[in-house]
């Protein structure tokens, strides 16, 4: 005879894990990332037609630090890169990315050097989501199955790696030219051909 049964009805027995993850996946603050097209049907789960105020993320947060979902919605340049570490980096833990779209995938259809090939060579990823781009349905179907993945995880929520250092991937460039050169942060630079407006 198991102890559910010498208790009286209505009594529910779980552990802290489950509550506190059961929370969690009902209570996701997105931190919105919008870069490129994929960015106007995140905004669509937003309006009343796919509503996702039914599980309880209509706050779109433009405060990292009130926010634990990132929903990377469009294609990270190197000079944006560093942007968005800085932004995954302030949210508080646990957090969670959303790579939503090819381009935030795998780099899309722009398999070039200004283009980071996929999102997890900056931050770690949690649901990859296709298409180009992917319709607002694949997206509420995406954040549902990052609800099951956040219900059943352990209880600190944190990922296998959460330093851009210890990412398995190059890291991508440093947006401040001085330092990607090696040079002190109080050098001056100096560039091969004058720039637009320059009188020499």
């Known amino acids: 005879m198991g102890l559910e049964e010498k208790l009286p009805d209505g009594i529910l027995l779980t552990t802290v894990a489950k509550l506190v993850n059961i929370a969690r996946k009902n209570s996701v603050w997105p931190a919105t990332f919008g870069l490129a097209c994929c960015a106007i049907e995140m905004m669509a789960v937003g309006g009343p037609r796919f509503d996702i105020a039914r599980f309880g993320m209509e706050r779109f947060s433009a405060t990292p630090r009130q926010a634990d979902l990132m929903i990377v919605a469009g294609r990270v340049s190197q ?14 833990e646990p957090k969670w990315v959303l790579a939503m779209g090819v381009c935030a995938s ?7 050097y200004a283009v980071v090939q996929g999102v997890d060579h900056v931050v770690p990823v949690d649901m990859y989501l296709p298409g180009c781009p992917p319709r607002p349905e694949m997206l509420l179907d995406a954040i549902l199955k990052l609800h099951d993945k956040i219900r059943v995880a352990p209880i600190s929520g944190k990922p296998a790696w959460t330093t851009l250092d210890d990412a398995p991937y190059d890291k991508p460039i440093v947006r401040d030219t001085r330092i990607s050169k090696g040079l002190p942060a109080g050098a001056p630079l100096v560039f091969g051909a004058p720039l637009p407006g320059d009188v020499r």
């Open 106 to 112: 795998s780099g899309g259809m722009f398999n070039n």
């Open 79 to 92: 000079k944006m890169a560093p942007v968005l570490r800085q932004i995954y980096d302030q949210m508080p």
